[in-house]
Structures are given as structure tokens and as C-alpha cells.
């Protein structure tokens, strides 16, 4: 998950040669990248690479990923005409990710998953509001404050978008749909319900496909979080496993939570922290082992290799 490629020395040299936007609409490049880290850590899900800003271009937003920083946007959106000047665009807009989606499906075996996702809609808007990533939010929380009927129509714009996204993502055959709705933990639970998850809702409902439910610091919105969607709600590290999967119900499937930063440390300790994920998961279906956020860049791919192993040898193991 989330620039898992960086740590990959296949994905640098071919990012050397290429831009990311050049990568990600050509199917060909996109397909090879999306399937690189399966091919070396041998894991059952495919994520296709993308970044969420990607629809956005699309609606007619210039956006650059700055390495070491994120999306940057060129002319950050503060007004009703900035949003009205947004374009929905039709599924063909999308047409080399369709495509990498499709090769992407062919060349996997039948029990490795392709997963699309796109960004929550309150995440997106918060770029697109801020201009960059930001520590407080403040701006994209003072157009929300301020200007609610802004703020509605830029998650209408966004959500009608984002629904047509995945659902030509499903219809070319990704076999799970991700809503990454990575900073809406820093939002409190009742602006989160009322401002937030309606929007969505509507995202997650665009597909018949199972949909997985993410963000981070969300420990208090994951009953909020799964009343809005989701078959599997993404947990990440800062709440035990067992402890989330109470709070997004017994009926939902959950995915996490390994501390992404634990495989900087000594091997002993992946081992004994990837145990306690899967041993408070307790061999219930519906458990999809994962890290709490995305692999670090400066992670050694021989640790995730390993990792991967030990969890289906594991999870093997209590399946017999
Ligand atoms: O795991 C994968 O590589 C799958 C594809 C993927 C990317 N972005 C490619 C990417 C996915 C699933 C994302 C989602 C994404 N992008 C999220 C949601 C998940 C999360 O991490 O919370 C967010 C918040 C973004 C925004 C974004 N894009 C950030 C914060 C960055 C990193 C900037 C940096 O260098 O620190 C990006 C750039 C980006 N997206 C890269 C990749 C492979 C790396 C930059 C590059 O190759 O030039």
C-alpha cells in the first residue's frame, strides 16, 4: 500500500527514465509497475498504480507530485466558480488505467486479487483546498466552516467523479475497490458524519465489487466509517487489531495493521509484532493481513519479502 514502489530498486530505475504521470497513462509502464512488487514478494492483491490525484486531472486540475512532499496544486480551489469550473469527466478519460487494469488482470493467477481505488473525498478536497499537504488543515476546515454550500459543491463534484472512477475500474475487471480516505482522522466524529461521509457513501455505493474502507487516526470514526461503506474497514497501527474490529463491527472484514516503521527495526521484532496482528485477528475470516499505512521508502524490499512469507506460512497453517 501507498508508494509501496519507492522501495523497490525496479521501480526507481524504470521512475528514472519516466515521469510518474508518464508512467500511470501508459498502459503498458503502469501494468509493469503495478505488478512489480507482486512479482518480487509474492502477495495476493495487485494495488494498480495510481496516485488519488489522479482523476483530478482529469476534472481539469494541474497537479504535481513533488517527491518528499506529495500532490502539489498549481492554483489551490477556494471558490464556488473554482469548483463550477471542475469537469466531470466521462470514464473514457480514464482510459490507460482501464487498460493497465485490464492487462493487469490477465498476467495475475486466479487467487491474486487486482485491487482499484481512488481518494475520499474529503481527502482529495483537502489537497485541493490547501494546495499541499498540511500538519493542520486549517484551510481546508475554514472553507468548510465558512462556506458550507462550497464545501457541498466540491464533494458533489468530487464524489460524482470519483463514483464514475470506480466503477469503470470494477467494470475492467479490478476484483476490489479501495476508498482511501487517508486524513480524515483529523477530523472530530460529528464534522466527519455530517460533512464527510455522506460523500463517501456515495463513492462506495458506485460499485458491486467488495470495497475496502481506509484512513489513519481514525480510532473514533470507525463505527461512523463503516455506517458510510465498506465490506472491510482499513485499520491502521495506532489501535490494537481486535479493539478496531469491535468498533467497525463483527460483520465487516478488517485490514491491517502492522506499523509500517516496525520493518525498520530488527527482525525479531517484525516477527513477534506480525504474530500479535494475526494472533489478535485470531484466524476469524474476513482478516486482511496488511501494514497500517504504506510501506516507507527507506524499508528494505527483503523485509516485506520475508514478512509476506511468514504470514501465509501462518495463515496456511491455521487454515489446515
Ligand atoms: O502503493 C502503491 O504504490 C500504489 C499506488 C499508489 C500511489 N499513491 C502511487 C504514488 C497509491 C495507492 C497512492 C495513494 C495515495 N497518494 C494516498 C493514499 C494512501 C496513503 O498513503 O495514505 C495519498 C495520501 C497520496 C498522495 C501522495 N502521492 C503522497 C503523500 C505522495 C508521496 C510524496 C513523497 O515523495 O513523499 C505521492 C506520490 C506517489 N504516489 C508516489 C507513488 C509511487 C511516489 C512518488 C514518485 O514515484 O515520484
Given at each position: 500500500m501507498r508508494q509501496a514502489g519507492r522501495s523497490l530498486p525496479e521501480y526507481r530505475a524504470l521512475r528514472e527514465r519516466n515521469t510518474f504521470w508518464e508512467v500511470a497513462h501508459t498502459p503498458e509502464l503502469c501494468a509493469q509497475v503495478t505488478l512489480q512488487p507482486v512479482r518480487r514478494h509474492g502477495v495476493d492483491a495487485a494495488v494498480m498504480f495510481a496516485d488519488i490525484m489522479t482523476p483530478v486531472l482529469a476534472m481539469g486540475v494541474d497537479v504535481e507530485l513533488v517527491e518528499g512532499v506529495g500532490p502539489v496544486v498549481a492554483q489551490p480551489l477556494r471558490t464556488l466558480a473554482d469548483v463550477e469550473a471542475l469537469i466531470v469527466p466521462e470514464a473514457d478519460a480514464f482510459a490507460p488505467l482501464l487498460e493497465a487494469i485490464r492487462i493487469v488482470r490477465t498476467e495475475l493467477g486466479e487467487h491474486q486479487a487486482v485491487v482499484g481505488f481512488c481518494g475520499g473525498p474529503f481527502t482529495v478536497a483537502a489537497y485541493l483546498v490547501e494546495g499541499r499537504p498540511s500538519r493542520e488543515f486549517a484551510v481546508v476546515k475554514e472553507l468548510m466552516y465558512r462556506e458550507p454550500a462550497v464545501w457541498r459543491a466540491l464533494l458533489d463534484k468530487l464524489s460524482d467523479c470519483f463514483a464514475r472512477y470506480v466503477a469503470a475500474q470494477a467494470g475492467a475487471g479490478a476484483d476490489v475497490v479501495q476508498l482511501f480516505d487517508s486524513w480524515a482522522g483529523v477530523l472530530s466524529p460529528h464534522d466527519y458524519e455530517e460533512r464527510v461521509a455522506p460523500w463517501s457513501a456515495r463513492v462506495l455505493a458506485a460499485v458491486d465489487v467488495p470495497t475496502i474502507h481506509f484512513g489513519t487516526g481514525t480510532a473514533t470514526l470507525l463505527p461512523a466509517m463503516a455506517r458510510a461503506g465498506g465490506d472491510v474497514i482499513g485499520l491502521d497501527w495506532r489501535i490494537p487489531l481486535d479493539d478496531g474490529w469491535k468498533l467497525a463491527g463483527e460483520d465487516r472484514g478488517v485490514q491491517g495493521n502492522l506499523d509500517p516503521a516496525v520493518l525498520l527495526g530488527p527482525w525479531e521484532l517484525v516477527e513477534t509484532a506480525a504474530r500479535d496482528v494475526l494472533a489478535r485477528a485470531g484466524?476469524?475470516?474476513?482478516h486482511i493481513f496488511n501494514l497500517g499505512h504504506g510501506v516507507l521508502p527507506?524499508?528494505?524490499a527483503s523485509v516485506v519479502t520475508r514478512l509476506a512469507e511468514l504470514v501465509q506460512d501462518a495463515t496456511v497453517e491455521a487454515r489446515v
Open positions: 484466524g476469524r475470516p474476513g527507506r524499508t528494505d
